[in-house]
Structures are given as structure tokens and as C-alpha cells.
T-cell receptor, first 115, second 114 residues
């Protein structure tokens, strides 16, 4: 399995500001995924991040709002830009098990509240 | 596109008893994976069990087992000897292959009562 550290665990932010969420994995992984979970909802994929290439965004998500970095095979960041209260959600990163890429593991999530 | 449906928004069970959570899905794929994840109040998404569609045998992990009916596109989770720590939101998820997105159901909130 993979151990995934996600920071911060929670934050309260002001409207119009930006927050960067970090995801660190204890082993090298090819792909990292960022999901959003709105209050009382299920999870929705924001984007897939491969090392060395631009992230691939799902319909309804754009790079200007959710820029992603993937500088190496163990680390990624997701920035939530120009935040509004509608961005209040849990954000989770996910990776495929490096020893069994048919399993996906999740970080502990970032609870974001925008005032 | 795949869809996953969990028709039970909430369920409750007495400690030590057995409970079954339902999940149905729709896909035109023949090879895929199905998962159950557990999300306690800590927000952590914890992998409970995985089923490969090409395997006829139902997956089992300790107190957790599935009933996978491929033709009916049904994938239920049975929790035996329920424990208070099993209280959580449970999500059923479909995954086509490596690199693709997980498609989640709406979730079932399970409460285990003492």
C-alpha cells in the first residue's frame, strides 16, 4: 500500500484568496488524482496529474481555478484560486498502489471552508 | 459513461449483527473493478474491499464480504459481527482500469448501535 500525507488537514479562508494543498506519497507513483467532495455529496474527480506533463482536467474544472503541480513522482499540489463559498468542500488526493496498480488509496483530505 | 447507484441513504444495525449495503452499477465494459470505501468522520477514505469483474469468486476481507452479480450489475457489501467502529459513510465505486477515474455512488451512512 501507499502512505499518503495531505496538508493542511483543514483551513478557513477568506473569499478571493487562494489555498494550496499538498500531497506527499511515501513511494513513487505514476499518476496522482485530485477529488472534491462537496458537503453531503459523493466524490468527483477534478484532475489527473502525471509527472512531467500538464494535468488532465475533468469537465467542469479548469486550470485557472485549480492549478496543479507535479514536480516529481512523490509529490503534487492543488491550488484552489480566487475562492468563493461554493468552494467549501473536502479535497482529497489519491494514488494507485505502486505495487498493485489495481487499487487506489486516498489521503486524509483537506476540509476547506470559505467565508 | 458508468453510473453507480446506492439506493439506501441511511442504515442502522445493532452491534454484533450483520448488515448488507446495496449497490448497482451500469456499464458496457466487460473488465473492470468494483470497490467499497469507508469514510468515517475523520474524512479519511479507507479501502474496504475490491472485486475484479473477471473473477467469479466473491471477495472477502475478514468481516467484510461482497455479493457480486455481474449479469445483474449488482455489488453488495455484507458486514458481519458489526462493530461500533464500522459507523461511517460507505461508498461503492466503479473503476474501469489503471489511470481512469473512480466513479462513486452517493453513499450509505451506516450507524452501528450499541
Amino acid at each position: 500500500s501507499a502512505v499518503i500525507s495531505q496538508k493542511p488537514s483543514r483551513d478557513i479562508c477568506q473569499r478571493g484568496t487562494s489555498l494550496t494543498i499538498q500531497c506527499q506519497v511515501d513511494s513513487q507513483v505514476t499518476m496522482m488524482f485530485w477529488y472534491r467532495q462537496q458537503p453531503g455529496q459523493s466524490l468527483t474527480l477534478i484532475a489527473t496529474a502525471n509527472q512531467g506533463s500538464e494535468a488532465t482536467y475533468e469537465s467542469g474544472f479548469v486550470i485557472d481555478k485549480f492549478p496543479i503541480s507535479r514536480p516529481n513522482l512523490t509529490f503534487s499540489t492543488l491550488t484552489v484560486s480566487n475562492m468563493s463559498p461554493e468552494d467549501s468542500s473536502i479535497y482529497l488526493c489519491s494514488v494507485e498502489d505502486p505495487t498493485d496498480n489495481e487499487k487506489l488509496f486516498f489521503g486524509s483530505g483537506t476540509q476547506l471552508s470559505v467565508l | 459513461a458508468q453510473t453507480v447507484t446506492q439506493s439506501q441513504p441511511e442504515m442502522s444495525v445493532q452491534e454484533a449483527e450483520t448488515v448488507t449495503l446495496s449497490c448497482t452499477y451500469d456499464t458496457s465494459e466487460s473488465n473492470y473493478y468494483l470497490f467499497w470505501y469507508k469514510q468515517p468522520p475523520s474524512r479519511q477514505m479507507i479501502l474496504v474491499i475490491r472485486q475484479e469483474a473477471y473473477k467469479q469468486q466473491n471477495a472477502t476481507e475478514n468481516r467484510f464480504s461482497v455479493n457480486f452479480q455481474k449479469a445483474a450489475k449488482s455489488f453488495s457489501l455484507k458486514i458481519s459481527d458489526s462493530q461500533l467502529g464500522d459507523t461511517a459513510m460507505y461508498f461503492c465505486a466503479f473503476w474501469k482500469t489503471s489511470g481512469s477515474r473512480l466513479t462513486f455512488g452517493e453513499g450509505t451512512q451506516l450507524t452501528v448501535n450499541p
